[in-house]
């Protein structure tokens, strides 16, 4: 079959409303295909095949920082402008203008709170939280003893936002409402770094105004199932009210696991959707593990055909700057089902991920989703958007009906680019029900006897997997 992944680049043609001189970033979902005896057949273009015979199979390492990363500089512990926390009442001195370091001290400081930030840094001179525990291990990896746990973070309050903060290896688990991370007030130039988001209430919420932060390096999710059952999302870019505009998002290298939806760009009802020019979504893991599958009766089974959750991505809004498009880069996506609807009614039909709502300028590119019911759904009024070179695997395998790889449903609407992506195994590999739209050199089959490994998990428990590709798996 056809393999398209890792610094893949193409020339693409301008299509109307994206502008795609903006795809720039490449996937760094490093992956080795093994094939055997690989068949399949392409659509309107002939594509060149590689194969590496079974045997000899290697895996990139995982290093505890996306390449698509903000570079992160940490200042030492020491000096008048530290503060060494080790105490409840120490964070009452978040804000105080004499520091601008604070090293925290492992403990559990839930009881201090939800800590809000209303001071500022510089591009020059950040304001830093970070964990202070004698090594640089992820907190995904540490024990509980050395950790931070916080009572929950809000950048922003009252009118005031809060500026370039770098927050670094803190953990925020088992809360509830104020289990929230809340980048409020325009609150701009911040970096969340290798955070530990779990079994909590609520997510990470981003609202109008606050432009140019980054989520990074975090594992987030594992979501209480009343979080779930009322819609929370692990991220969120919010336009509750309509019209909010939140620019040059960075959402990387992350651990999304058994999210409610894993990253969503929110609308609410009727009202018009957000704006979101320059969201990058790169390099991140996706997945639902097997206590989230159930029998669609209620009962986790460990392997489906249903699920305690909806989507992976889903797309509620666009970019209005068709210069500037929402770019869904290198991303990996798996286990995604049907919700369940005793445990997760009025959910998903298991797309992995779904572009609605009108949704404009988004590019979808070198993504790998796997063993879900489906893969990428363009639906409700979504235009201009180019999917390309992404790679779908076992799609419909796993659960039952409607098992699409790519989509364009009947009520998508037009000027939408599918192209130069390959489907295996998937029970319904690719339809455009809308007309308008652009579907070329696409490659689907069954793929063989064979596999595609890649590197999995690379912040919790880096390891190898390996997808078979057989017709025997449909």
Known sequence: FIWHLGGFKTQTPQTQGVATSAVTATTAAAATTVARGATGTQNNATAAATRTERGGVTVASAPQSSA???????????GSATLIID????????NDAAYTNFCVKPGDYRS????????SGSAQAPRVIQLLNGNDTHPARLPDNQQAFLGGLRLGNGGTPAHYWIVDRISLVGLQEN????????SSDNVLNRLVMRNNGTGIDLQHGANRNAIQNSYIGDMTEAAVQGDIVCIGLQSYQGGAVISDTRIVGNELVNCNDAIQFIRNGSSPSGSFP????ADNDIYMTADRLTDCNGTVNGTGPCMIGENAIDAKGGSDDASKPIRIIGNRMWNMRRSDPVRKPGGSWGDAMVVQYNTQNMIIKDNVIM???????????????ITEGNTLVNIGAAT???????IITSEAGGNNVVRGNTIINADKPLQDAAGGNRVENNTVGDGGDGEMCFTVKRISDPQQKCVPVSAANR
């Open 68 to 78: 698509q990363a903000v570079p992160v500089s940490l200042p030492a512990c020491t």
């Open 87 to 94: 105490s409840a009442d120490d964070w009452q001195k978040i």
């Open 112 to 119: 201090a709170g939800v800590i809000t930030l209303t001071s």
């Open 179 to 186: 289990g929230m991370v809340g980048i409020n007030e325009g």
């Open 278 to 281: 320059g969201t990058l979504v």
């Open 371 to 385: 063993d879900s019911n489906r893969g990428i759904v363009i639906h409700l009024g979504t235009h201009d958007t």
């Open 400 to 406: 039952e009906g409607a098992g699409y790889g790519i």
